[in-house]
């Protein structure tokens, strides 16, 4: 929830945007925002994976 929450800002962010500060902080709020959602996307397949236990083929 804090990636989206981080998210929410950026659009207003850059349609209102007077200086390129603000679009650099926009930017970094995307980027955190993709942070948090890659690791939570990352954590859902392990969770749908489950603990496995591979064997190497060439043992």
Request: net charge neutral; no cysteine.
């Amino acid at each position: 929830m804090t990636g989206w929450l981080l998210a929410l800002p950026v659009p207003f962010m850059l349609i209102y945007a007077d200086a390129w500060a603000w679009i650099v902080a926009a930017n970094i709020l995307l980027g955190i925002h993709q942070g948090f959602a890659w690791s939570s996307t990352v954590v859902m397949k392990m969770d749908l994976v489950g603990e496995k236990i591979v064997a190497s083929r060439w043992a």
